[in-house]
C-alpha cells in the first residue's frame, strides 16, 4: 500500500505516471472460470483445440476479463489520500482493446493521472491505464478510468 498523501499532493501528480503493478499471469484455468461467471463460452477464449486453428493460434482471455484485472493490478498503487474512506469505480471515459492476451501470457498496469477534481469534499480521479502484455510492443488495452475517493469528512 502506498503512503498517504494530501489532496495538494495528488493534485501535484496530474500528468505523471503514479505506477507500474507486477507482472500477472493469465491462464487457461482463470479463462475457463471467467467464461463461467460471465457466461461467455466463445471458443477462442475456452477451447484451446478449436483456437488453435483461429488467427490467434491459441486461446486468448476476454477483453473484459483484461479489463476487469484493473482493480487488482492498480490496488497496490493507488493514491492513498488523507482522510480515504473509500474509493468507488466511477466508469470510463474510454477504453480501447488493442491487442489480445494469449494464454499463458502475463500483464501489468501502468497508470498516468490525467485529472484529479475536488467535488464536494471527495476527489474524482482520472487516470490513464495501459494493460502491457509481457514480451509485447502494443498493449492490451488502454483505458481512461474514472474513480471517486470519497474522503471520511465528507460524510458528516
Not at 48 to 74: D, R, W, Y
Not at 130 to 153: D, F, N, Q, R, Y
Request: hydrophobic share 40%; glycine share 6%; with cysteine.
Amino acid at each position: 500500500m502506498p503512503q498517504k498523501i494530501t489532496k495538494k499532493e495528488l493534485f501535484d501528480l496530474i500528468g505523471q505516471e503514479i505506477g507500474c503493478s507486477e507482472w500477472f499471469h493469465i491462464n487457461q484455468d482463470r479463462i475457463n472460470k471467467f467464461g463461467d461467471v460471465t457466461e461467455d463460452h466463445q471458443y477462442i477464449h475456452t477451447n484451446p483445440e478449436k483456437a488453435k486453428n483461429s488467427p490467434f493460434g491459441g486461446t486468448i482471455a476476454h477483453g473484459m476479463l483484461t479489463l476487469s484485472m484493473i482493480v487488482h493490478l492498480c490496488n497496490k498503487f493507488a493514491p492513498d489520500i488523507d482522510g480515504l474512506q473509500m474509493v468507488i469505480n466511477y466508469g470510463f471515459d474510454k477504453i480501447r482493446f488493442v491487442t489480445p492476451v494469449k494464454v499463458e501470457k502475463s500483464i501489468r498496469a501502468r497508470a498516468l493521472l490525467l485529472e484529479a477534481k475536488e467535488i464536494r469534499g471527495n476527489i474524482l480521479v482520472k487516470t490513464k491505464i495501459t494493460i502491457e502484455i509481457e514480451g509485447e510492443k502494443k498493449p492490451a488495452l488502454v483505458a481512461e478510468w474514472l474513480t471517486m475517493h470519497v474522503i471520511a469528512s465528507s460524510l458528516v
